[in-house]
């Protein structure tokens, strides 16, 4: 049963382009969350998304940022006109609903020049 | 209101002891509780989790306790190890609400030879 797959695990932007990251969560699972952690801090919340659907976006900014997850394929959380305090690590967690275990992906590590 | 995690706080530990971890939660509603480990470079992993029905809950060589009076949840670390040596963050959450899982400051901690 493969767990949670981020990709990119690394990803280096300049400033201005947009980033894109890629989300698949456990088999079975319709729930994601995304999560912000800067160098030596906790995880932040960012946004939370049901298949087709945003249930809470309150933790993510309101410009550049969006996050879709489609009824097929990977959630992706984009940024778009990348500034250097996008650096960051992002994971996202999938959980099935049921249960309240959360289980999180490897992350994928924004640095943008 | 929610947790905010910042610069992490620390402990170390000579191997062999016992660790305790501490954590303060905010948000009285809240009535399942996890503990994470957050090794360096990789995501949180599931150690331990417990609900508000509960006070304690043992695990392998872990021990999760529970205050709800004062709303203060701790991790117990028996015969601490080298491999134990990560960053621990607790989490918090609603059960059956679309809250998101909250997580609280983490606790950067190092185990000594």
């Known amino acids: 049963n493969a767990g949670v797959m981020q990709n990119p695990r690394h990803l280096v932007r300049r400033r201005g382009q947009e980033a894109r990251l890629r989300c698949s969560p456990m088999k079975g699972h319709s729930h994601v969350y995304w999560y912000r952690q800067l160098p030596e801090e906790g995880l932040k919340f960012m946004v939370y998304l049901q298949k087709e659907n945003i249930i809470d976006e309150s933790g993510m900014p309101k410009e550049r940022f969006s996050a879709e997850f489609p009824k097929e394929g990977p959630s992706i959380l984009r940024i778009q006109q990348v500034v250097r305090g996008d650096s960051a690590a992002y994971f996202c967690a999938s959980y099935g609903g049921l249960s309240a275990e959360a289980f999180f992906g490897q992350g994928t590590r924004l640095t943008v020049v | 209101g929610e947790s905010v995690g910042l610069h992490l706080p620390t402990l170390s530990v000579q191997e062999g002891d016992n660790s305790i971890i501490n954590c303060a939660y905010s948000?009285?509603?809240?009535?399942?509780f996890i503990w994470y480990k957050q090794e360096s470079g990789k995501g949180p992993q599931f150690i331990i989790d417990i609900r508000s029905n509960m006070d304690k809950r043992q695990g392998q060589r872990v021990t999760v306790l529970l205050n709800k009076t004062v709303k203060h949840l701790s991790l117990q670390i028996a015969a601490t190890q080298p491999g134990d040596s990560a960053v621990y963050f607790c989490a918090e959450k609603q059960s059956g609400s679309a809250r998101q899982l909250t997580f609280g400051s983490g606790t950067q901690l190092t185990v000594l030879p």
């Open positions: 948000n009285s509603a809240s009535d399942y």
